[in-house]
C-alpha cells in the first residue's frame, strides 16, 4: 500500500535549526526511516519561512538546498516534479518528494520570483498563512478582504506556468475569488469539514462542493483542533465521511501536518504509524475505497496537473 500526503513542514524546522537530520532525528515527526515504515509513496514538503524573519527570496531558497542536501540525498527519495518523476518514483519503488511553498511571503510581490520558484521545482503554493501578506488575507486576518490587486495577477500566473494553488489557510473571500481569477482545479492540501468541526481552518461545504466541482482534492489533516472529538482515528474517519458525502470519494485523501503541529492524535504521531490508519479505513470502507484515499485520488490529481 503506498500512502501520499500532501503537507509536512519538516523544511521548516530544517531553517530553523540546520543542524538537524532527516535521517532518525527523534526531534522531527517525519524522518526517512519513518516515511519508509509507513509505505508512504508520495510526500509533499512544504517551504513555510520562519515569522520571525523578514522573508525573502533567499530564505525560499535556502530550503530548496536543505530540501536537496537533507531529504533528497537519501537513497530512495526521488524529486517529483513532473509527471515523468511521478511514473519513475512508483516504477523503482522510491519516495516522491514534491516541493511546495506554504505563503508567498518569500516571493515578495515579484512574479519573476513565482517563476523562479517554479524554476527550482517548487509546484504548488499556497498563497498565505493565517494572517495577511501582499497577495492575500488569511482565515485569521480580521479584515477579511480576500485577495488583492497583485494576488489576482499571482492566481493568474500560476494558471499560466502551472502552479497548483493551495488554498489550505485562505480564507472564504479569497477561496471564491482564487475559483473566480484562476481556471484549474486547486487543493486544499491540509484542511478538514467545518460542518463536524467548527474550526476557521476547516471548509465550508460549500467550499468543499466548490473543490470537488473543479476538479481538486482535499488533504484531510491530523490537527487535533481540526480534527474534534475525542482526538483519534475515529475522529479523521468523520470527516472523511463527510467529504465524501457531498461528492467526493474521488476528491479526498490526506495531508497530515506532520512537523507543523504540537499536539497528536491518539496512535497517529508520525509517517510510520499510518499502517494504523489504514487498518481503520479497512474496516468501514471497501478496498477500492481505502486505495483512493490513501494514493489514487492524490495520484490522479498530480497525473493530470503535473507537466509532463
Not at 103 to 123: F, H, I, P
Amino acid at each position: 500500500m503506498r500512502i501520499y500526503d500532501l503537507h509536512c513542514d519538516v523544511l521548516y524546522k530544517m531553517l530553523l535549526e540546520p543542524r538537524l537530520s532527516f535521517s532518525d532525528d527523534k526531534t522531527l515527526d517525519v524522518t526517512y526511516e519513518r516515511l519508509v515504515e509507513g509505505g508512504i509513496g508520495l510526500q509533499a514538503f512544504a517551504i513555510f519561512l520562519p515569522e520571525d524573519r523578514v522573508p525573502t527570496f533567499e530564505m525560499v531558497e535556502e530550503a530548496v538546498h536543505a530540501f536537496h542536501t537533507s531529504i533528497l540525498s537519501r537513497p530512495k527519495m526521488v524529486f517529483v516534479k513532473s509527471r515523468e518523476d511521478l511514473s519513475r518514483a512508483e516504477r523503482e519503488g522510491g519516495i516522491g518528494a514534491l516541493l511546495t511553498l506554504e505563503g508567498a511571503e518569500g516571493l515578495m510581490g515579484s512574479l519573476e520570483y513565482l517563476q523562479r520558484a517554479y524554476d527550482l521545482g517548487v509546484r504548488c503554493l499556497g498563497l498565505t498563512w493565517n494572517y495577511a501578506n501582499w497577495a492575500a488575507d488569511g482565515v485569521l486576518e480580521e479584515r477579511r478582504a480576500g485577495l488583492t490587486l497583485k494576488g489576482r495577477e499571482l492566481v493568474a500566473r500560476c494558471d499560466e506556468i502551472g502552479m497548483i494553488i493551495d488554498i489550505s489557510h485562505l480564507n472564504e473571500p479569497g477561496f471564491w475569488e482564487v475559483l473566480e481569477f484562476g481556471k484549474r482545479p486547486v487543493i486544499a492540501s491540509h484542511s478538514n469539514a467545518a460542518a463536524v468541526t467548527g474550526h476557521p481552518r476547516n471548509l465550508s461545504d460549500e467550499q468543499i462542493q466548490a473543490v470537488i466541482v473543479r476538479g481538486g482534492c482535499i488533504g484531510i489533516t491530523f490537527v487535533p483542533d481540526f480534527i474534534g472529538g475525542g482526538q483519534g482515528i475515529a475522529d479523521v474517519l468523520k470527516h472523511l465521511d463527510h467529504v465524501c458525502s457531498l461528492g467526493g470519494e474521488d476528491h479526498v485523501g490526506f495531508g497530515s501536518d506532520f512537523d507543523g503541529i504540537d499536539e497528536y492524535l491518539h496512535g497517529l504521531t508520525h509517517p510510520g504509524q499510518y499502517v494504523k490508519l489504514t487498518e481503520a479505513l479497512h474496516k468501514h470502507y471497501s478496498s477500492e475505497q481505502v486505495e483512493k484515499f490513501l494514493h489514487q485520488n492524490w495520484r490522479r490529481f498530480l497525473e493530470a496537473n503535473l507537466p509532463e
